[in-house]
Structures are given as C-alpha cells and as structure tokens.
C-alpha cells in the first residue's frame, strides 16, 4: 500500500516563491527515479522536472532556472523549491515515483496533487 503525499500548494503571488514536498511511504523496497508534473486546467498533464535516484535532475525548459528539484533518499521524499512564479505555473502538481515494493519489480506511482495558484 504504497502512498505518495503532497504538500506545500497555495497561492502566491507572480514573482513569489513556494515550495513542494512530496512524502513516499509503504512498504518500499528502492525508489529509482522521482519528480514532479502538472496539469493546468483545460491542459494535459505535463512533466516539471524529475530527479534520479543519484541526484540527477531534468528539468522542462519552460521552469529551467526558476524550479529546483531535490530527493532525500534517507526520508523517501522529493522536494521543488519554486521561485520566481508566473501564472503560467498555475496547476495541480503531482508527486511521481518509480519504485520496487520488491526486489524483483518496480512500477510508477502518483500522489493525489497539490494545488498552485499563481495570481495578483
């Protein structure tokens, strides 16, 4: 019964400045990749940026420069420090994860979303 929970959704200001957590929780065996995607309303879902188990960041280019991803692989958690927001930005933001609940088999999965409202 593998979970993922967001927080850290608001409303902010343009220019303002959020940051999103994302807690993994269950029996998990490894968690590979994580990230973050969102979905605007009208829109498809889209990807924000992801993060391999290593480290390694991807970013799209429309939050290069703004949005920084992080993973602390000791809490099974991943974080998206976002700065200087537009309201382009304004979504429903969902944690993802690929991750083993055993050791022969890993899978995706997704939180519920966080709402981000960027608006003056």
């Known amino acids: 019964q593998v979970q993922l929970v967001e927080s850290g959704g608001g409303l902010v200001q343009p220019g303002g400045s959020l940051r999103l957590s994302c807690a993994a929780s269950?029996?998990?065996?490894?968690?590979?990749?994580m990230g973050w995607y969102r979905q605007a309303p009208g829109k498809q879902r889209e990807l924000v940026a992801t993060?391999?188990?290593?480290?390694?960041?991807n970013y799209a280019d429309s939050v290069k420069g703004r949005l920084t991803i992080s993973r602390d692989n000791a809490k099974n958690t991943v974080s998206l420090q976002m700065n200087s927001l537009k309201p382009e930005d304004t979504a429903v933001y969902f944690c993802?994860?690929?991750?083993?609940?055993?050791?022969?088999?890993?899978?995706?999965?997704w939180g519920k979303g966080t709402l981000v409202t960027v608006s003056s």
């Open positions: 269950g029996s998990i065996f490894s968690i590979n990749a």
């Open positions: 993802y994860a690929n991750l083993a609940t055993t050791r022969y088999y890993a899978m995706d999965y």
């Open positions: 993060i391999t188990s290593g480290g390694r960041p």
